[in-house]
């Protein structure tokens, strides 16, 4: 899951296995969600979106599911692969007057094992 | 994200020092954002631009400054550089012309001061 702080909490999975990254968000007006991947040296790089009339989404490879009752995302990897590897965070979009603003979460940094 | 370009890739300077980063994109989006990337934090942003006669601060614009010289050039200066603002610089675009659109970054300048 998402968390502050120095070190980015981690998920460990086996190649081939299917990952799961958390997130919590803190708005519940939040209308619009997306997934990024961040690999070592690079910029954030988008993933996949849901706005919040959807509950699921499917994209090549990645799910996002929301739940809007507990302000809860996660993005589904199946058959997670050493490509993968990277730091991931969730992002929310919030009116602020009349501009929506992303608020990004820390991140999840997922490790593959070969 | 080579759509994204930021200059230069990485700085080392020394306090009080007047620093310049540049971006330039390709997409054809009107709007423009410069962020801060630190580490256990979340993408926070600088300042926004939403086209070429608009600027507006982000949640931490104290220090920095920012001119949209066309379209697609967007550039970030810290008039006299001090050691905390040592960080991961990321240039974003979104296209306007729908609501809830993703952000696309560039791959970051890391800058260190001494």
């Known amino acids: 899951g998402e968390s502050v702080g120095l070190h980015l909490p981690t998920l460990s999975v086996q190649e081939g296995d299917n990952s799961i990254i958390n997130c919590a968000y803190s708005n519940s007006a939040s209308d619009y969600f997306i997934w990024y991947k961040q690999e070592s040296g690079k910029g954030p790089q988008f993933i996949i979106d849901?706005?919040?009339?959807?509950d699921k989404r499917q994209g090549q490879r990645v799910t996002v599911l929301l739940n809007k009752t507990v302000k809860h995302l996660s993005l589904q990897i199946a058959a997670t692969q050493p490509g993968d590897s990277a730091v991931y965070f969730c992002?929310?979009?919030?009116?602020?007057?009349?501009?929506?603003?992303?608020?990004f979460g820390t991140g999840t940094l997922l490790a593959v094992q070969p | 994200d080579a759509d994204v370009t930021q200059t230069p890739r990485n700085r080392i300077t020394k306090t009080g020092k007047r620093i310049m980063l540049e971006c330039s994109q390709t997409?054809?989006?009107?709007?423009m954002y410069w962020y801060r990337q630190d580490p256990g934090l979340g993408l926070r942003l600088i300042y926004y631009?939403?086209?070429?006669?608009?600027?507006n601060k982000g949640e931490i614009s104290d220090g920095y400054s920012v001119s949209r010289q066309a379209q697609a050039k967007f550039s970030l200066s810290l008039e006299s550089a001090i050691p905390n603002q040592t960080a991961l610089y990321f240039c974003?675009?979104?296209?306007?012309?729908?609501?809830?659109?993703?952000?696309?970054f560039g791959d970051g300048t890391r800058l260190s001061i001494l």
């Open positions: 974003a675009t979104s296209d306007p012309a729908r609501a809830n659109q993703p952000q696309h």
């Open positions: 631009s939403f086209d070429v006669k608009d600027i």
């Open positions: 997409k054809g989006h009107d709007r």
């Open positions: 992002a929310e979009s919030v009116l602020r007057g009349a501009t929506n603003k992303l608020i």
């Open positions: 849901i706005r919040s009339n959807m």
